[in-house]
């Protein structure tokens, strides 16, 4: 009986000490964190102001790097998938020795279900999150997170970042319909989302179940009544409703479906050239650009590194880093699939698009039957 | 005709240690209208023989007869449902969801002749009022007690009027006194019915009570079949007096007028067929044995101590140390005897019968005697 | 108790404290802080206004919502279907199967207990995702020749695939409970059937099939309330399919934006309260069955109808379900963990196979942290349950301490809760009290120990009634205080159930997926989450080399654990 008590410490020993460890550590070991983060931020909002001046980013870089040193990781919650984010990250990390990046991947919606979840539940267990705009824009308005300038700002298109430097786009997403060109009848040509509506493809045809900002495109593109009845169309054709973009590319590939509504351009590029894929996309006229946004969390654990990822992520490196995936830097340079984008206007989703959304969420959900 | 032929039985189980033979060879004849009992302790195979019978086992090898239709022959057997039968089990089988009327009426109502709802209403009123249940048709038959169970089981077995009545030591779980009347009872219906009956249990009173016939079983065989009162004054070996009834048993010699022992010769007569010189077992049953304070000057008298006399009420239950072996006899209750006393003790001739040893010996009355 | 009490001595007036009543105090305590304030914040979070509580006011809009929108009765009778639709397969199957073991000679009798008991180990994610894999509308292994040859495809996304895969995965529970059930009934009653002059079917009719109802009943009702609490099928299988059931929805309610905890909070009150029905009536039908049981008190030879000829259809019978219903999933699982990119096993598929998924799998830092987790996890709650339970067994069988029945009936109350219930429920309290350890694992920790309680009060409870406390109380007549007692001659005589309880908690806290989905952070994230999360990212191939992981690592383990702690792990 003895011994097993001595085990019984043991394992509560551990357990404490894993959760000492661990970024979830209880009140008291919050309050050193906290002090770091407070003289951080005299620090951080001090630098600006001299190095105002324009600070390269590399400058800015190293500065970040050094004080981010003694924090070891940034935690990431990010829509990145997985593959791309192995291709990415380990070049962040190879730059920085000694931070780690704990990426967290979730579909837009499931990450702003975390973040709403984990804040009112007194946690902060982020630092940045990068995802789609709208979803960026819900967690600015609930006051999750604070301002941040990177250095590279200047680099970018005005489409794709904030006047007031609440967030910054690292990447882009074309949003294309995709098609399976083993499993589409000869000679069928798709020149827009109208011809999608052809009953040919009822009961082929996938949609990505939170996909509203779509619609929301649409209404901008087309108008309301245009973007509602092409809706409705669509739904006439008994979609399969799916949750997550890259599978349903996957499943697209493997010939589960037809055509798609809106798969993200990169990924359909690489099926096709780096998996010899029968895939092709629908060149629509203009290509909706989905703004993949990043933010820093108002009260973030590694506040340094976070700021180090952001810097690097907008840097001439990281949009390479990107670019080398396949997906689209939203700088605007060096895309790898540059037939994505290249035969029409980009039509840029932007945050005034989601002053709309419930209304739209409300259309769209109950026009394709999700409760 | 209702005469139960059995011969040449055999059962052997397979266990996982390869195969035990519970019946080995089994023959006799159940005359009709005969109460036969199967007595023997646990384990010798008496109630396999009776599940045979029952057609609850399928024996290796054998012939069950029944009148002029056979049961189990070569290539042969018909399935229990389809037997004459009527049977009683050790645990009563009473079914718990059912009523005790409907309890009753269960061979009737699935007999292959249907029979009216009177008909059947009539019957198990009778078959009721047979074994004193009269009253208690619609009671759930789990509210009865231990006795009435038993009856009740007795009323269903005897309903349809069977040919052959199977009952597997029915007496078992009830209490002393509660045995007693219903051994009476038993014995009081089988008369008056006039039903060939096949009784197992291992309880010597209660085979000499009620049967017409016993066959003594040990180790799968019948050892000796034939009235109480044959299977009492004559047994065959010494196991089948030391199990039905008790005594005591002297091993000697056999001489011309007796048994070499205690010392001397006791007179006794001996079974046919066992030559002088031969191992004789003398079979003394203790009420036939005469103790008295003093010698009488009888033949087979011997003078030994008393050891025990211990007051059962009808009779004293003494034990005598003669020549340093133990002997059993039951006194007269009014016999005054004291431990340690000397006594006379008189084996009468014409009780003392000398049969041929096989080897058996009894199992040790006291620890002293064991060593 | 009289050993540890404090006696008073004539003349004083000073009540008496009794350890005994002080411990019993505190479990209840910390049993209302586990089992009874979720349920109380999860009904306040249903009314409330805002998303917190205390600020706003309440309301009934959620309620209303639940009851009133139009897709309300699709709600209620899609569960009511999908949770009644699984329970008779699962019953069918497990009976069938129970039949053939318990009740005829076919040989592969205790190969079969074995293989059983496998199903169990495999987590319900792994089992659906393999069907998936099999039954996908164009690509599956099953649906892909029969498109091709006959031009049809089994739905696999509908309420008919939802009832199929969860009727699969519980059929092993099925018999498990229902040999248990034909095992305890007393063999002679059918052979008194046959000396009464009924055939075979008559038997069955009049005499085999009432006395199992009350059992069959039971067991429906428990399969009934495991399938509407089930959230694997509903979530993997359902959404796509556009199939809602409460457990999804209450899922749904938190992934849309913004998170509506009310609405969720009020579909999972509703849950609850139907579960609480069920499982209230459960308890009468039991309580009826027992009494069947108790007219006949021994133990039973085993009767086995001699199948002859049909041995080979039951023989078939059981391969079928061997085959299909546990190790086709498996085999699909093995060959898609080869893959790159899932595709139909064609011969120039079979050119591709690759490592990778393994590798990624062995060095991605989610997965290996989810694999320690796992481990951590199982085996903290495994041994917190364990001593938890032990104490408040003791209590509650041995002591004749006062309230010691409000004790058990509150260890109890966790059985009636759903798992993502208790998701929800503890957002809610976690909303509230200011204790931070929403993500972390200490949060799993305590959804855990809640929702597995009560198998370990049930478990150890029977142990300790089965040492009869005359055991005890000869050694209280040879000169034994408690504590001397309790350490040579109960626990000793307990350790045999100790050990399976241990065993059993921790492989099912290794399966469990619904009450920690709601619960987790990536610092928190274990084995069936990260299924899930991979499943969102459309990493198929990966999940199948995880899941292959698991199965392996799952059956060794089982069988070593088997081997040393010397008993069968039944799932209770």
Same mark, same amino acid.
């Given at each position: 009986?003895?011994?097993?008590?001595?085990?019984?410490?043991?394992?509560?020993?551990?357990?404490?000490?894993?959760?000492?460890?661990?970024?979830?550590?209880?009140?008291?070991?919050?309050?050193?964190?906290?002090?770091?983060?407070?003289?951080?931020a005299?620090?951080?909002?001090?630098?600006?102001?001299?190095?105002?001046?324009?600070?390269?980013?590399?400058?800015?870089?190293?500065?970040?790097?050094e004080?981010?040193?003694?924090?070891?990781?940034v935690?990431?919650?990010?829509?990145?998938?997985?593959?791309?984010?192995?291709?990415?990250?380990?070049?962040?990390?190879?730059?920085?020795?000694?931070?780690?990046?704990?990426?967290?991947?979730?579909?837009?919606?499931?990450?702003?279900?975390?973040?709403?979840?984990?804040?009112?539940?007194?946690?902060?267990?982020?630092?940045?999150?990068?995802?789609?705009?709208?979803?960026?824009?819900?967690?600015?308005?609930?006051?999750?997170?604070?301002?941040?300038?990177?250095?590279?700002?200047?680099?970018?298109?005005?489409?794709?970042?904030?006047?007031?430097?609440?967030?910054?786009?690292?990447?882009?997403?074309?949003?294309?319909?995709?098609?399976?060109?083993?499993?589409?009848?000869?000679?069928?040509?798709?020149?827009?989302?109208?011809?999608?509506?052809?009953?040919k493809?009822e009961?082929?045809?996938?949609?990505?179940?939170?996909?509203?900002?779509?619609?929301?495109?649409?209404?901008?593109i087309?108008?309301?009544?245009?973007?509602?009845?092409?809706?409705?169309?669509l739904?006439?054709?008994?979609?399969s409703?799916?949750s997550?973009?890259?599978?349903?590319?996957?499943?697209?590939?493997?010939?589960?479906?037809w055509v798609?509504?809106?798969?993200?351009?990169?990924?359909?590029?690489?099926?096709?050239?780096?998996?010899?894929?029968?895939?092709?996309?629908?060149?629509?006229?203009?290509?909706?650009?989905?703004?993949?946004?990043?933010?820093?969390?108002?009260?973030?654990?590694?506040?340094?590194?976070?700021?180090?990822?952001?810097?690097?992520?907008?840097?001439?490196?990281?949009?390479?880093?990107?670019?080398?995936?396949?997906?689209?830097?939203?700088?605007?340079?060096?895309?790898?699939?540059?037939?994505?984008?290249?035969?029409?206007?980009?039509?840029?989703?932007?945050?005034?698009?989601?002053?709309?959304?419930?209304?739209?969420?409300?259309?769209?959900?109950?026009?394709?039957?999700?409760? | 005709?209702?005469?139960?032929?059995?011969?040449?039985?055999?059962?052997?189980?397979?266990?996982?240690?390869?195969?035990?033979?519970?019946?080995q060879?089994?023959?006799?004849?159940?005359e009709?209208?005969?109460?036969?009992?199967?007595?023997?302790?646990?384990?010798?195979?008496?109630?396999?023989?009776?599940r045979?019978?029952a057609?609850?086992?399928?024996?290796?090898?054998?012939?069950?007869?029944?009148?002029?239709?056979?049961?189990?022959?070569?290539?042969?057997?018909?399935?229990?449902?389809?037997?004459?039968?009527?049977?009683?089990?050790?645990?009563?089988?009473?079914?718990?969801?059912?009523?005790?009327?409907?309890?009753?009426?269960?061979?009737?109502?699935?007999a292959?002749?249907?029979?009216?709802?009177?008909?059947?209403?009539?019957?198990v009123?009778e078959?009721?009022?047979?074994?004193?249940?009269?009253g208690?048709?619609?009671?759930?038959?789990?509210?009865?007690?231990?006795?009435?169970?038993?009856?009740?089981?007795?009323?269903?077995?005897?309903?349809?009027?069977?040919?052959?009545?199977?009952?597997?030591?029915?007496?078992?779980?009830?209490?002393?006194?509660?045995?007693?009347?219903?051994?009476?009872?038993l014995?009081?219906?089988?008369?008056?019915?006039?039903?060939t009956t096949?009784?197992?249990?291992?309880?010597?009173?209660?085979?000499?009570?009620?049967?017409?016939?016993?066959?003594v079983?040990?180790?799968? &065989? #019948?050892?000796? *079949?034939? +009235?109480?009162?044959?299977? !009492?004054?004559? /047994?065959? @070996?010494?196991? =089948?007096?030391?199990?039905?009834?008790?005594?005591?048993?002297?091993?000697?010699?056999?001489?011309?007028?007796?048994?070499?022992?205690?010392?001397?010769?006791?007179?006794?007569?001996?079974?046919?067929g066992?030559?002088?010189?031969?191992k004789?077992?003398?079979?003394?049953?203790?009420?036939?044995?005469?103790?008295?304070?003093?010698?009488?000057?009888?033949?087979?008298?011997?003078?030994?101590?008393?050891?025990?006399?211990?007051f059962?009420?009808?009779?004293?239950?003494? &034990? #005598?140390?003669? *020549?340093? +072996?133990?002997?059993?006899? !039951?006194?007269? /209750?009014? @016999?005054?005897? =004291?431990?340690?006393?000397?006594?006379?003790?008189?084996?009468?001739?014409?009780?003392?019968?000398?049969?041929?040893?096989?080897?058996?010996?009894?199992?040790?009355?006291?620890?002293?005697?064991?060593? | 108790?009289?050993?540890?009490?404090?006696s008073?001595?004539?003349?004083?007036?000073?009540?008496?404290?009794?350890?005994?009543?002080?411990?019993?105090?505190?479990?209840?305590?910390?049993?209302?802080?586990?089992?009874?304030?979720?349920?109380?914040?999860?009904?306040?979070?249903?009314?409330?206004?805002?998303?917190t509580?205390?600020?706003?006011g309440?309301?009934?809009?959620?309620?209303?919502?639940?009851?009133?929108?139009?897709?309300?009765?699709?709600?209620?009778?899609?569960?009511?279907?999908?949770?009644?639709?699984?329970?008779?397969?699962?019953?069918?199957?497990?009976?069938?199967?129970?039949?053939?073991?318990?009740?005829?000679?076919?040989?592969?009798?205790?190969?079969?207990?074995?293989?059983?008991?496998?199903?169990?180990?495999?987590?319900?994610?792994?089992?659906?995702?393999?069907?998936?894999?099999?039954?996908?509308?164009?690509i599956?292994?099953?649906?892909?020749?029969?498109?091709?040859?006959?031009?049809?495809?089994?739905?696999?996304?509908?309420?008919?695939?939802?009832?199929?895969?969860?009727?699969?995965?519980?059929?092993?529970?099925?018999?498990?409970?229902?040999?248990?059930?034909?095992?305890?009934?007393?063999?002679?009653?059918?052979?008194?059937?046959?000396?009464?002059?009924?055939?075979?079917?008559?038997?069955?009719?009049?005499?085999?099939?009432?006395?199992?109802?009350?059992?069959?009943?039971?067991?429906?009702?428990?399969?009934?309330?495991?399938?509407?609490?089930?959230?694997?099928?509903?979530?993997?299988?359902?959404?796509?399919?556009?199939?809602?059931?409460?457990?999804?929805?209450?899922?749904?309610?938190?992934?849309?934006?913004?998170?509506?905890?009310?609405?969720a909070?009020?579909?999972?009150?509703?849950?609850?309260?139907?579960?609480?029905?069920?499982?209230?009536?459960?308890?009468?039908?039991?309580?009826?069955?027992?009494?069947?049981?108790?007219?006949?008190?021994?133990?039973?030879r085993?009767?086995?109808?001699?199948?002859?000829?049909?041995?080979?259809?039951?023989?078939?019978?059981?391969?079928?379900?061997?085959?299909?219903?546990?190790?086709?999933?498996?085999?699909?699982?093995?060959?898609?963990?080869?893959?790159?990119?899932?595709?139909?096993?064609?011969?120039?598929?079979?050119?591709?196979?690759?490592?990778?998924?393994?590798?990624?799998?062995?060095?991605?830092?989610?997965?290996?942290?989810?694999?320690?987790?796992?481990?951590?996890?199982?085996?903290?709650?495994?041994?917190?349950?364990?001593?938890?339970?032990s104490?408040?067994?003791?209590?509650?069988v041995?002591?004749?301490?006062?309230?010691?029945?409000?004790?058990?009936?509150?260890?109890?109350?966790?059985?009636?809760?759903?798992?993502?219930?208790?998701?929800?429920?503890?957002?809610?309290?976690?909303?509230?009290?200011?204790?931070?350890?929403?993500?972390?694992?200490?949060?799993?920790?305590?959804?855990?120990v809640?929702?597995?309680?009560?198998?370990?009060?049930?478990?150890?409870?029977?142990?300790?009634?089965?040492?009869?406390?005359?055991?005890?109380?000869?050694?209280?007549?040879?000169?034994?205080?408690?504590?001397?007692?309790?350490?040579?001659?109960?626990?000793?005589?307990?350790?045999?159930?100790?050990?399976?309880?241990?065993?059993?908690?921790?492989i099912?806290?290794?399966?469990?997926?619904?009450?920690?989905?709601?619960?987790?952070?990536?610092?928190?994230?274990?084995?069936?989450?990260?299924?899930?999360?991979?499943?969102?990212?459309?990493?198929?191939?990966?999940?199948?080399?995880?899941?292959?992981?698991?199965?392996?690592?799952?059956?060794?383990?089982?069988?070593?654990?088997?081997?040393?702690?010397?008993?069968?792990?039944?799932?209770?």
């Amino acid at each position: 009986m003895r011994r097993s008590f001595v085990t019984i410490l043991a394992i509560l020993a551990t357990l404490a000490s894993a959760c000492g460890g661990s970024a979830s550590a209880p009140a008291a070991s919050a309050a050193p964190k906290a002090s770091v983060a407070a003289s951080a931020a005299p620090a951080a909002s001090a630098a600006p102001a001299t190095a105002a001046a324009k600070e390269t980013a590399d400058q800015a870089m190293a500065r970040l790097y050094e004080a981010a040193k003694p924090e070891g990781k940034v935690l990431l919650y990010s829509s990145l998938n997985t593959d791309d984010a192995k291709k990415i990250l380990p070049v962040f990390e190879a730059k920085f020795p000694g931070i780690k990046v704990q990426h967290t991947r979730a579909s837009g919606e499931a990450l702003i279900q975390k973040i709403v979840t984990e804040k009112k539940a007194g946690q902060d267990l982020f630092d940045v999150v990068e995802t789609n705009l709208f979803e960026i824009k819900f967690i600015m308005d609930q006051g999750y997170t604070q301002k941040y300038a990177v250095a590279s700002a200047g680099d970018f298109p005005a489409d794709v970042r904030s006047p007031n430097d609440s967030y910054v786009a690292g990447r882009l997403n074309n949003d294309l319909p995709g098609i399976n060109t083993a499993k589409l009848p000869p000679g069928t040509v798709i020149k827009t989302w109208r011809d999608l509506c052809d009953k040919k493809f009822e009961g082929h045809l996938a949609v990505e179940q939170g996909d509203v900002v779509i619609y929301s495109a649409f209404k901008k593109i087309f108008g309301e009544a245009e973007a509602q009845s092409l809706l409705k169309c669509l739904a006439a054709n008994k979609p399969s409703l799916r949750s997550g973009h890259t599978e349903m590319a996957n499943l697209l590939a493997a010939g589960e479906f037809w055509v798609t509504l809106a798969s993200n351009g990169h990924r359909l590029a690489q099926l096709r050239n780096d998996d010899k894929q029968p895939i092709d996309w629908v060149r629509t006229d203009p290509v909706i650009t989905d703004v993949q946004g990043m933010v820093l969390a108002n009260k973030p654990k590694n506040p340094n590194a976070a700021k180090l990822f952001m810097e690097w992520f907008t840097s001439p490196g990281g949009q390479t880093a990107i670019a080398a995936t396949g997906r689209v830097p939203a700088s605007g340079k060096g895309a790898k699939f540059p037939e994505l984008f290249n035969f029409a206007k980009a039509f840029y989703i932007s945050t005034d698009l989601a002053a709309s959304f419930d209304k739209d969420a409300e259309f769209w959900r109950s026009t394709f039957g999700i409760k | 005709m209702t005469t139960l032929k059995v011969e040449g039985l055999r059962k052997t189980y397979q266990t996982g240690r390869g195969g035990v033979a519970a019946v080995q060879d089994i023959s006799f004849t159940v005359e009709e209208g005969r109460f036969y009992t199967l007595l023997g302790p646990s384990g010798c195979g008496k109630t396999t023989t009776l599940r045979c019978v029952a057609g609850l086992e399928r024996p290796e090898g054998g012939t069950i007869v029944l009148g002029g239709a056979t049961w189990v022959g070569p290539g042969r057997f018909v399935p229990t449902h389809d037997r004459d039968i009527g049977m009683v089990f050790q645990s009563y089988a009473i079914w718990p969801h059912l009523t005790v009327f409907e309890n009753v009426a269960f061979p009737l109502r699935v007999a292959r002749t249907k029979r009216s709802k009177a008909e059947v209403a009539s019957a198990v009123g009778e078959a009721l009022a047979l074994v004193g249940l009269e009253g208690l048709e619609s009671r759930a038959a789990p509210q009865l007690s231990g006795g009435q169970q038993q009856r009740l089981a007795l009323a269903r077995a005897l309903v349809g009027r069977p040919k052959l009545l199977l009952l597997d030591e029915p007496l078992s779980n009830l209490d002393a006194k509660l045995r007693e009347r219903m051994r009476i009872e038993l014995r009081e219906l089988q008369r008056r019915l006039g039903i060939t009956t096949i009784y197992v249990t291992h309880d010597q009173g209660e085979a000499l009570f009620m049967s017409h016939r016993v066959a003594v079983m040990h180790g799968g &065989v #019948i050892v000796q *079949e034939g +009235t109480p009162k044959d299977i !009492y004054n004559d /047994p065959a @070996t010494g196991f =089948v007096a030391d199990f039905v009834g008790s005594a005591t048993f002297l091993a000697g010699p056999l001489a011309a007028d007796g048994v070499h022992a205690l010392g001397g010769i006791v007179r006794s007569r001996a079974v046919d067929g066992l030559e002088v010189g031969a191992k004789a077992l003398l079979v003394l049953r203790p009420e036939s044995i005469v103790v008295r304070p003093a010698p009488a000057g009888r033949t087979n008298e011997f003078t030994g101590t008393l050891r025990q006399a211990a007051f059962l009420g009808d009779h004293l239950d003494c &034990v #005598i140390e003669i *020549e340093s +072996t133990l002997v059993r006899a !039951y006194a007269h /209750p009014s @016999t005054p005897l =004291v431990r340690g006393q000397t006594v006379a003790v008189e084996f009468p001739e014409d009780h003392c019968v000398a049969i041929a040893d096989d080897g058996w010996r009894p199992r040790a009355l006291t620890r002293e005697q064991a060593d | 108790m009289a050993a540890v009490s404090v006696s008073r001595s004539a003349g004083r007036t000073r009540p008496t404290l009794r350890l005994d009543i002080l411990v019993l105090g505190l479990a209840v305590a910390l049993l209302a802080y586990l089992a009874l304030v979720p349920l109380g914040m999860l009904f306040l979070g249903s009314v409330s206004e805002s998303g917190t509580l205390f600020e706003g006011g309440f309301t009934l809009r959620h309620f209303q919502r639940v009851v009133t929108d139009p897709s309300a009765l699709e709600l209620l009778s899609a569960s009511f279907l999908y949770s009644a639709g699984a329970a008779l397969l699962a019953f069918a199957i497990g009976t069938a199967m129970a039949w053939v073991v318990e009740r005829s000679d076919v040989p592969v009798r205790n190969l079969w207990y074995g293989l059983a008991l496998v199903p169990l180990i495999i987590p319900g994610i792994v089992h659906t995702i393999g069907w998936v894999f099999l039954l996908s509308p164009e690509i599956g292994w099953i649906n892909a020749p029969l498109k091709a040859l006959f031009g049809f495809s089994l739905p696999v996304y509908s309420l008919p695939g939802m009832v199929w895969v969860q009727g699969l995965h519980d059929a092993p529970f099925a018999f498990v409970l229902m040999g248990a059930a034909l095992r305890t009934m007393d063999p002679s009653l059918e052979e008194a059937a046959a000396a009464a002059r009924a055939n075979p079917l008559q038997t069955l009719r009049r005499i085999s099939l009432p006395l199992l109802l009350p059992a069959s009943a039971g067991v429906l009702l428990i399969l009934f309330v495991r399938t509407l609490e089930s959230f694997e099928v509903p979530a993997i299988i359902g959404l796509p399919g556009r199939v809602f059931v409460y457990t999804s929805r209450i899922y749904l309610s938190l992934n849309q934006y913004p998170p509506n905890f009310g609405l969720a909070a009020a579909f999972a009150t509703t849950l609850l309260g139907i579960s609480v029905i069920a499982l209230a009536t459960h308890r009468r039908l039991t309580r009826r069955s027992e009494a069947y049981a108790t007219v006949t008190g021994k133990a039973y030879r085993p009767r086995r109808v001699e199948l002859g000829r049909w041995r080979w259809v039951a023989i078939a019978v059981l391969v079928l379900y061997a085959f299909g219903g546990v190790f086709l999933p498996i085999i699909v699982l093995f060959y898609s963990s080869f893959l790159r990119v899932y595709v139909v096993p064609s011969p120039e598929s079979l050119g591709t196979l690759t490592l990778s998924n393994y590798a990624f799998i062995l060095t991605d830092d989610t997965t290996l942290r989810a694999l320690g987790n796992s481990a951590l996890l199982g085996v903290t709650t495994a041994t917190v349950v364990v001593l938890f339970t032990s104490v408040i067994a003791w209590l509650t069988v041995r002591s004749k301490t006062p309230g010691r029945g409000i004790l058990d009936f509150m260890a109890f109350v966790p059985i009636a809760i759903p798992g993502i219930v208790l998701g929800i429920s503890l957002i809610w309290v976690y909303f509230t009290v200011p204790i931070r350890i929403y993500g972390t694992l200490w949060i799993l920790l305590v959804a855990y120990v809640t929702r597995f309680m009560p198998y370990g009060m049930r478990s150890l409870s029977a142990g300790l009634i089965q040492i009869h406390r005359e055991l005890e109380e000869a050694a209280q007549a040879a000169g034994a205080r408690w504590w001397p007692t309790f350490r040579r001659i109960t626990l000793p005589l307990l350790r045999p159930v100790l050990l399976a309880t241990w065993i059993y908690v921790f492989i099912i806290s290794l399966r469990e997926l619904s009450s920690g989905i709601l619960l987790y952070s990536s610092q928190s994230v274990v084995l069936a989450i990260r299924i899930f999360d991979l499943r969102e990212a459309g990493q198929y191939t990966a999940i199948a080399a995880l899941s292959m992981i698991l199965i392996v690592s799952l059956v060794l383990l089982v069988a070593v654990l088997q081997r040393f702690g010397g008993r069968t792990v039944r799932a209770s």
